[in-house]
């Protein structure tokens, strides 16, 4: 009976924990009960590893002779000595603390704390043994990576580091998805944040060392329209940055920034046999030139040709010095 008494305090605050967290696990008459009988298989799929003095492995239940069972299936316990049918065969503290790591998600497989994952070709996150990693590029060219023992419902957490040397690529595990690309930056980290579906780790947050803000991402075909209100935004196939309305309305700039000469003169003398006049800078789409003879827009290829920063006329449509002469006025993008 000695025996009995101090595994019930033994194991008392697991179960009082286990309680105050709304985990269930049996209490009933197996722990102090009579003589136990085999009623479980070995080869139950869902079995609790749970190494023991005696036995480790897939450990089957008992029960004792009115049926009630050490834990509820299809959760297993492991018992550490005895034999089926005997009083000795009670549950250890260490087999009920595994059944309750298991119920709860916690104790040693929870996957908590940092690990650095040392640089390889093909570097491995274990989320069984941590939820947060650290990883410095350098020498060794990572070709792939893998992410493995993700549990549902699981947060992770990815700092990868450039070295002094910078420009090395980061391969993401195929099962995190939507991550943005690792920073190239010398010494820049990127971290990566992720929930699990139990399957795939979808990322939910992306930020760099860097001190100014930098969008990154990939580029893709353009999403659905949004519902309205909202505004979705990308990068095209031609490195545009755009941005659709719930009416189908799209909108973008280039990935370079954009800069606008607005009623610009150009350059050159107005003679009435001068043909050749200087822009500022070289219009950058050509086609977004909009060039004024007093107050009429000239026609590319008609009025003028117009090569890198020079707008040169045709003789029909030189500017004229008799009388008020012409005025020219260019609106551009560069």
Wanted: hydrophobic share 35%; glycine share 10%; charged share 10%.
């Amino acid at each position: 009976m000695t025996k009995r008494v101090s595994l019930i305090l033994a194991i008392s605050p697991i179960l009082l924990l286990a309680a105050a967290t709304g985990v269930r696990i049996a209490t009933e008459a197996p722990i102090v009960g009579g003589p136990f009988t085999n009623s479980g298989t070995i080869g139950c799929p869902t079995c609790v590893t749970g190494p023991s003095a005696s036995q480790s492995g897939q450990i089957p239940t008992y029960a004792d002779t009115s049926g009630r069972r050490l834990g509820e299936t299809p959760i297993m316990m492991a018992t550490s000595v005895g034999t089926p049918g005997s009083d000795a065969m009670l549950p250890t503290e260490k087999a009920v603390r595994t059944l309750f790591d298991s119920l709860s998600g916690g104790g040693s497989n929870s996957g908590g704390g940092l690990c650095t994952v040392t640089l390889s070709a093909t570097p491995v996150f274990d989320a069984s043994k941590c939820s947060t990693f650290t990883l410095t590029l350098g020498a060794i060219s990572v070709t792939g990576s893998t992410l493995i023992n993700v549990k549902p419902g699981s947060s992770l957490t990815f700092f990868i580091t450039q070295d002094p040397v910078g420009g090395h690529p980061m391969p993401w595990p195929p099962n995190l998805q939507h991550a943005c690309m690792v920073d190239p930056a010398p010494t820049v980290t990127t971290v990566v944040t992720g929930t699990s579906d139990g399957t795939i780790v979808f990322a939910t947050n992306c930020s760099t060392s860097q001190p100014s803000t930098v969008i990154t991402g990939p580029t893709r075909s353009q999403p659905p329209n949004p519902p309205p209100g909202y505004l979705t935004c990308w990068f095209d196939v031609s490195s545009t940055f755009k941005c659709v309305d719930s009416n189908g309305q799209t909108s973008g700039s280039s990935g370079s920034s954009a800069r606008y000469a607005d009623a610009e003169v150009p350059e050159g003398v107005i003679d009435g046999t001068n043909a050749t006049f200087h822009l500022a800078h070289p219009p950058a789409p050509a086609a977004s030139l909009i060039l004024n003879r007093n107050g009429l827009t000239m026609k590319a290829g008609f009025d003028f040709t117009l090569t890198g920063a020079d707008i040169t006329f045709v003789p029909d449509a030189i500017p004229k010095a008799t009388g008020a002469p012409d005025t020219l006025v260019a609106w551009y993008r560069y």
